[in-house]
């Protein structure tokens, strides 16, 4: 239990090489998706009704035992231990696919949001800034709803990526104030990188150097007062439904 109780702390799933996952939802999910479980903590009624799991270790505990070390206000009878996968990505597939870049998105919830969205629409890569949220957070990994499965997440230099990517010719898009109608634009292609900013302050200057297509969603109708910003997990949302609503217009892809 005290194993479990330090991976709330980013230092030692760092130094482990573990995350904690809950919910019978999550935990399944994941294991479905082929993550390595090192330890399956679950009381007997749980383990009863879901037999045949693959982990390392497997403990039964009482509630009382599992409330002890619950980040949630009513555990569901399972907690699981998790290895940290490793990630990998190479240039010349991205080339041809569509991927998300997060500048500093700091609210476990708004990246376990957007990881969700990923997997939504069939975006398999995530590339996050160093100083975005830890995606194997116990709240971003709750709220990514086992997407975490099937979207390999990345933490690198972003601008020196982002140049990589330029320098492979890649179209870099980015969301801003004065960008191009995203309803307009015919400059949308079916792959590249989708950038996103942070919160509150937007994409930063060394990572706006990198865009190649800026982009503008449009508030409805024009001209007219509305919210200062939309939160960026939705904006993720909206930008991604359409690159794959002119993907499926098109037919490319």
Request: with cysteine; aromatic share 6%; hydrophobic share 40%.
């Amino acid at each position: 239990m005290k194993l479990i109780a330090s991976l709330a702390h980013k230092k030692y799933r760092d130094e482990l090489g573990l995350f904690v996952a809950e919910s019978t939802k999550l935990v399944l999910d994941l294991l479905a998706g082929g993550m390595h479980c090192v330890l399956l903590a679950a009381t007997k009624e749980w383990l009863s009704g879901h037999v045949g799991l693959s982990a390392d270790e497997t403990v039964e505990v009482t509630e009382s035992e599992l409330g002890k070390v619950s980040s949630q206000k009513t555990p569901q009878g399972v907690l699981a231990l998790f290895r940290k996968p490793q990630q990998a990505y190479a240039f010349e597939t991205l080339q041809h696919t569509l991927c998300l870049a997060l500048d500093d998105v700091q609210d476990p919830g708004n990246l376990g949001t957007i990881i969700r969205v990923a997997d939504w629409f069939g975006i398999r890569d995530v590339f996050c800034s160093l100083h975005t949220a830890d995606v194997y957070g116990v709240k971003t990994v709750q709220s990514t709803m086992g997407a975490l499965a099937r979207v390999r997440v990345h933490y690198v230099d972003l601008p020196d990526f982002l140049a990589c990517c330029r320098e492979s010719h890649m179209p870099v898009y980015g969301t801003f104030m004065d960008g191009d109608n995203l309803y307009a634009d015919d400059t949308l292609e079916s792959r590249g990188v989708i950038v996103m900013g942070n919160e509150g302050n937007g994409i930063s200057p060394e990572v706006e150097r990198m865009v190649s297509e800026r982009l503008l969603i449009p508030s409805y109708p024009p001209g007219e007062p509305t919210s200062e910003s939309l939160n960026v997990g939705v904006a993720t949302a909206v930008v991604c439904a359409e690159f794959r609503r002119r993907q499926q217009k098109t037919g490319r892809g």
